[in-house]
């Protein structure tokens, strides 16, 4: 055969697949010391998770980020060993859990700190999310960007850095800012304080963002500081759909309180609340996935894709 029509040779690829139920398989070599209330305390608006899904799922993967913590410590001690220095001050594993609006991060986060708090050796898990390093509202009007919220220039990127530079040197505590979805905005003098957790988890859109290369400028990603990382990835248009119904959901709830930056969204017709939301994800949600979230799923050690009823069809984990 003319070497022409040999047929292309499938591109290597860095990671190992898995499908539900290859990857459901590995549940057997780990407890799962979590309840249906404890899911259902946790489960975001709009994203449902059962108990069959945190076993198929979120149970290999507990054990499987303790294999990480594990073999991080030992390699500090040996290394610590090797070199003759004092005693390490313990500083946390930081695992990075990205992906869309509306995909299930937050769930995935406080699913996982609600895990890993269960092992004996790591009981102290923190979680931080990025929405805290957020500018407030009115250094974003200043700068023109108000509309551009969740962008990677609508952060204070320095501020998120330097907070995660000081908790892997392993300072006592590092505060960070809190962040309001009721107001819509960054709480002044209201604090989150992370001291010197087992594991960090620091969920956010663009936390695995690439350093930006500024000349004359050492480039430091924010990525630089995790152990482990993961993008939560999806259909764009079921993306859409979840962000549309949580829109509807919270119209009842959040968005009705007094004090609510989208209170005057609480009074909308369903045609109305559904045209609203459609419109803001195609204008500010669905640009920012595609510019700047998506193009980043590469740079993650794992990645869970969801199908349309929010379970984790496949999954593909980086090679060693």
Known sequence: ??????????????????????????????????TQDDIDR????????????????YRPLSALLHLYVDGRRRTAAERHAFLGEPAPVSTPFVIGIAGSVAV??????????????????????????????????????????????????????????????AVKAGAPSVSAPVYSHVVYDIIPGEEAVVSRPDILIVEGLNVLQPPRALPGSVSIAVSDYFDFSIYVDADESHIEQWYVDRFLKLR??????????????????????????????????????????????ERAELVFTKGADHRVESLKIRKE
Request: aromatic content about 8%.
């Open 1 to 34: 055969m003319d070497s022409l029509d040999a047929p292309s040779p499938i591109p290597a690829s860095p990671y190992a697949d898995f499908d539900r139920a290859a990857w459901a398989r590995l549940a057997d070599r780990t407890p799962l010391p979590l």
């Open 42 to 57: 946790i489960a975001s608006l709009g994203d449902p998770i059962d108990m069959q899904e945190v076993d198929a799922i």
């Open 104 to 165: 299930g991060k937050s769930t995935v986060a406080r699913l996982l700190q609600l895990l890993l708090q269960r092992w004996d050796s790591t009981p102290r898990v923190d979680l931080i999310t990025t929405d805290g390093f957020l500018h407030p509202n009115k250094v974003l009007e200043e700068r023109g960007i108000i509309a551009r919220k969740g962008f990677p220039e609508s952060y204070d990127r320095a501020a998120l850095i330097a907070f995660l530079s």
């Open 252 to 297: 009842a709830t959040a968005f009705a309180r007094e004090d609510s930056f989208f209170r005057t969204y609480a009074g909308l017709s369903d045609a109305e609340a559904e045209s609203t939301a459609r419109m803001v994800w195609r204008a500010i949600n669905l640009p920012n996935l595609r510019e700047n979230i998506r193009p980043t799923r």
